[in-house]
């Protein structure tokens, strides 16, 4: 299955690339909403770079993610995939292109989801809500800090 978000963020494609690199990105990232814990934030973007992630399914279910950076091309791309976790199979790509107004900041999963069968046919109702919900919510703390001044910048977080 595929979900696909796009945006565009007015500033350069290297600023945007920049935010992601943040060492608190992953954490800036998570939606207050989500019942999720970094455990360990990838030091990096490079491909290797691990993140541990401890979330709940349906807000119950104890599940530990791992996911493994596979691909690194700054400013244009980085790629995470799911080592271990609630899904089947995870591949996230981020992708950043230059654009008129600033750039394009592009999500591209490509998921199988957990339970066989009754997942693919929950996921419509369950899965792409949650996803949207998400992402939107992603693009927005993206653009606030990208298209901020310098001088105003939180890094401690929201």
């Known amino acids: ?3 696909v978000k796009e945006s565009i963020i007015r500033a350069a494609p290297e600023r945007v690339f920049a935010f992601h690199e943040l060492p608190d990105a992953l954490e800036r990232l998570t939606p207050p909403w ?8 990838a030091p990096n973007l490079h491909t290797g770079a691990t993140a541990i992630i401890e979330t709940r399914l349906f807000g119950l279910i ?6 493994r950076h596979t691909a ?3 400013p244009r791309m980085f790629e995470d995939v799911q080592v ?6 995870w591949k996230h790509r981020h992708i950043i292109e230059p654009h008129a107004d600033g750039a394009i900041l592009r999500d591209e999963v490509e998921y199988e989801p957990p ?4 997942g693919q046919l929950m996921s419509p109702f369950l899965v792409i809500p949650r996803l949207r919900r998400m992402f939107d919510y992603r693009h927005q ?10 001088s105003t910048e939180n890094r401690g977080g929201m």
Do not use: K
């Not at 989500?34 to 934030?41: F, G, H, L």
């Not at 104890?62 to 996911?67: E, G, K, L, S, T």
């Not at 339970?115 to 009754?118: A, L």
């Open 115 to 118: 339970f066989s069968v009754v």
């Open 84 to 89: 271990s976790g609630p899904f089947r199979s």
């Open 141 to 150: 703390v993206t653009r606030e800090w990208c298209e901020g001044q310098p």
């Open 34 to 41: 989500e019942t999720a814990r970094v455990v360990q934030a």
């Open 62 to 67: 104890p599940a530990r993610w791992v996911a």
């Open 72 to 74: 690194y091309d700054p």
């Open 1 to 3: 299955m595929r979900f």
